[in-house]
């Protein structure tokens, strides 16, 4: 049969770019036409009922039976305006993806006929059979009754003719079995932990929200060459694969020109996500060739995670329609740069402001400087939690590779606000504060609290965690994550520390402490006690890595490793106390992601088996075999000194052949009996351990041979798309 690969060269080459049909008018006519939003609720909602649902938002209040039912009405009548049919409840269970059940409107009534239903009860509450659904053992199958709960905070939408309602999703006896039900209830306490504080500075804040802006990096890889690569099939990334002669050396790709057939990918993503109310607003190359990235403007939490969700699944079914996979995997090729997930993230008042933008004035810069202090508090007394969220297998490849924040937590803030940390510690009383640093200078009329001027600027891209002007980047957070995890952590352990800190203050003022000095003290306290979680240089370095250790920082290489903090005492207390997961949801997480670690190594190590053995040594071999006829040939025609002249070079490339084949299946085998031992441990913990230390190594020896097979063999021979045609056929 003719190789395989290059019939997939062939198809990928005559690629030809898919005009995007766009709708007639500007991106802001048709700018969320498929949500149902505050617009399509005016129209379609009776005023009264608008007003219920819009309190209810606002103050988190329940939604009562006969509001639902109002709501469903209009939404229903908005759906079918917009040519929907079916609708579902949206919902993420732990598996990270999504998942929805289609329902029709359509019901069948007397003689024939049939209307389209949709009341309150549908809206409010749907039974998928869940059953197959990670659940860490808090479900058995036999009471498997997981039940959905409508999330009015986050607008339903319409994809393919199905509106989509998002949801909760909770098991029978109330524990969460999803992302949304704690997300939502930490906005829930950070924003009465936030609001408190503020009061202090302000009595017309009443409400804080948490915002989040993701920056989504992905890959595109033609579908026809990604079909005959098993690796990238299965397991989203290649296990095999020579480095192209040309990858990223020249840094040529990042935001350089987007190929045609990319741009109509993305022109036609835009179109779609717009009319879904997303608001996508940067597209750009990545560092990697065939490495992209878009961003959108930052959102309420709860939405921003919806609206990540969600594009991730149109980002999918579009790629296909212009011939292209997406990878999300962190690391779908080795050796060049992996993909991640930024989670910009900030907090925003009911007054427009955001925390985390310095002020102008004295207020709103204690205000900035308390949020800052106490958001680094909480970093340096949870950096192990905060490491645990992002532990994946696919993200164990990217932390700690050159390219990404390492896996050892730290904060960069910058000069001028590393410089007014110091002048607050060195400061015995809240004396005037008038050094100038750098750009920094204070407003006469406004004592002892400096101007504060972030230079935007002053970025340091090896950071994990970052402070960028008026908000803080998580850069951790990996490319196939939902931003779920990140928001629920880092806004929970905000809120603790913000509780913390109250308590602080309100203890000084009860002794008579002026406000300002009170909260002064005990920032002064909190910098100390958070000095080592601060690190302005290079996180990539080696020197990092020593000084962190001595620091007494963390550095979790593996996930298993890093999970063991979901399950500590401190962290059990910390969602407990604050009523967002219980120790029993949060062992049954602790053990969802152990198992699907092991179960992400287990199909790797099976398909690198396959490929090994039915893939590679098999092509191997016919060249060997052609080699060692040649070399028979020659004997038989040449004269023995010029045969042995000539032949010497070809006899070593078949013992090397030979040698590598001979590694390959001796490594392989090896790596078989080691699944098979691992295999047989019951405890999800020790086993994925085991896979980690025991199976996983074998798979860069293993591709230390093969990649040097494919160095070796002829290329009409060879059976996967190669480095350099994955990355550059775009
Ligand atoms: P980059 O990190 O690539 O330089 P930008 O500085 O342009 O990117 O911004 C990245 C993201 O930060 C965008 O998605 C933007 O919406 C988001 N962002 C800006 N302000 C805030 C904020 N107050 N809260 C949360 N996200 C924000
Ligand atoms: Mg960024």
Same mark, same amino acid.
């Given at each position: 049969m003719e190789n395989i690969r290059f019939r997939a060269l062939e198809v990928s080459i005559q690629r030809q770019r898919k005009s995007v049909l766009f709708p007639e008018g500007k991106a802001s006519d048709f700018f969320g036409e498929l949500t149902f939003n505050d617009s399509a609720m005016k129209e379609y909602l009776p005023a009264q009922t608008y007003q219920q649902v819009i309190r209810s938002i606002e103050k988190g209040e329940k939604i009562d039976r006969k509001i639902a039912d109002k709501v469903a009405a209009g939404m229903k009548t908005w759906a079918l305006s917009k040519g929907a049919t079916n609708y579902t409840h949206w919902f993420f269970p732990l598996s990270g993806l999504t998942a929805e059940k289609h329902d029709s409107f359509l019901?069948?009534?007397?003689?024939?006929?049939?209307?389209?239903?949709?009341?309150?009860?549908?809206?409010?509450?749907?039974?998928?059979?869940?059953?197959?659904?990670?659940?860490?053992?808090?479900?058995?199958?036999?009471?498997?009754?997981?039940?959905?709960?409508?999330?009015?905070?986050?607008?339903? %939408?319409? +994809? !393919?003719?199905? *509106?989509?309602?998002?949801?909760?999703?909770?098991?029978? @006896? #109330?524990?969460s079995l999803d992302y949304k039900t704690p997300l939502l209830k930490v906005l829930s306490v950070i924003n009465k932990a936030a609001v408190n504080v503020c009061q202090y500075?302000?009595?017309?804040?009443?409400?804080?929200?948490?915002?989040?802006?993701?920056?989504?990096?992905? %890959?595109? +890889? !033609?579908?026809? *060459?990604?079909?005959?690569?098993?690796?990238?099939?299965? @397991? #989203?990334?290649?296990?095999?694969?020579?480095?192209?002669?040309?990858?990223?050396?020249?840094?040529?790709?990042?935001?350089?020109?987007?190929?045609?057939?990319?741009?109509?990918?993305?022109?036609?993503?835009?179109?779609?996500?717009?009319?879904?109310?997303?608001?996508?607003?940067?597209?750009?190359?990545?560092?990697?060739?065939?490495?992209?990235?878009c961003a959108p403007v930052f959102e309420e939490a709860n939405i921003s995670v919806d609206h990540n969700q969600l594009i991730m699944h149109l980002m999918d079914i579009i790629a296909k329609r212009h011939n292209f996979t997406v990878l999300f995997h962190e690391k779908p090729y080795s050796g060049i740069n992996g993909s991640g997930k930024h989670n910009n993230w900030s907090l925003a008042t009911n007054t427009k402001e955001n925390l985390l933008s310095p002020g102008k004035t004295r207020e709103k810069n204690l205000r900035f400087l308390t949020f800052m202090i106490n958001i680094l508090k909480a970093v340096n007394d949870y950096a192990d939690l905060i490491r645990a969220i992002v532990a994946t297998p696919g993200n164990d490849h990217r932390l700690g590779a050159n390219e990404a924040p390492p896996a050892i937590i730290s904060v960069f803030l910058g000069t001028q606000l590393t410089k007014m940390l110091e002048i607050i510690e060195k400061n015995d009383k809240m004396i005037e504060i008038t050094a100038g640093t750098g750009n920094s200078k204070l407003f006469k009329n406004l004592p002892r609290i400096p101007e504060i001027l972030v230079d935007e600027t002053d970025r340091n891209r090896t950071s994990p965690f970052a402070f960028t002007g008026n908000k803080f980047e998580f850069r951790a957070v990996g490319s196939s994550q939902t931003c779920a995890p990140a928001m629920i952590v880092l806004n929970l352990i905000l809120a603790e520390q913000l509780q913390i800190f109250k308590k602080d203050v309100d203890k000084l003022l009860s002794t008579k402490v002026p406000q300002e000095e009170a909260i002064f003290q005990v920032l002064k306290k909190y910098i100390l006690e958070s000095k080592k979680i601060c690190f302005e240089g290079n996180n990539y370095s080696k020197e990092w890595i020593e000084e962190a250790a001595r620091r007494g920082l963390s550095n979790f290489g593996t996930t298993p490793m890093a999970l063991k903090t979901l399950v500590t005492k401190k962290t059990k207390h910390l969602f407990e106390r604050n009523h967002v997961l219980n120790e029993r949801e949060l062992e049954a997480r602790h053990e969802i992601y152990l198992e699907e670690y092991t179960k992400k190594l287990q199909i790797e190590s099976r398909v690198l088996g396959d490929l090994t053995t039915n893939h590679i040594i098999p092509g191997a071999i016919k060249y060997l075999n052609t080699l060692c006829d040649c070399v028979k040939n020659l004997k038989e025609v040449l004269d023995l000194s010029t045969y042995s002249r000539v032949s010497a070079n070809q006899v070593e490339t078949i013992a090397e052949i030979a040698e590598h084949i001979h590694q390959v299946k001796t490594l392989t085998n090896k790596m078989v009996e080691a699944r098979k031992v691992v295999n047989k441990i019951k405890d999800a913990e020790e086993k994925s351990f085991a896979y980690c230390e025991k199976v996983f190594p074998f798979f860069d020896k293993i591709r230390y041979h093969t990649n040097k097979l494919e160095l070796l063999i002829d290329d009409e021979i060879w059976p996967l798309p190669k480095y350099r045609e994955l990355l550059f056929t775009q």
């Open positions: 019901e069948p009534v007397e003689e024939g006929k049939s209307i389209e239903l949709f009341n309150g009860n549908h809206l409010s509450q749907q039974e998928p059979d869940a059953s197959s659904f990670p659940s860490g053992g808090i479900r058995s199958t036999f009471e498997a009754r997981g039940y959905t709960a409508w999330d009015p905070t986050s607008p339903a %939408f319409i +994809v !393919d003719k199905t *509106l989509c309602i998002p949801t909760l999703f909770v098991s029978y @006896t #109330g524990e500075f302000d009595k017309n804040v009443t409400k804080v929200s948490a915002t989040l802006g993701w920056e989504q990096e992905y %890959f595109l +890889v !033609d579908s026809a *060459l990604y079909s005959v690569r098993p690796d990238l099939v299965l @397991t #989203g990334r290649t296990l095999f694969g020579n480095a192209s002669a040309k990858d990223q050396q020249l840094e040529d790709h990042y935001l350089g020109t987007i190929p045609q057939r990319v741009i109509s990918f993305m022109q036609e993503l835009e179109l779609e996500a717009h009319r879904l109310g997303i608001p996508v607003k940067t597209r750009h190359n990545e560092v990697a060739p065939g490495q992209y990235e």
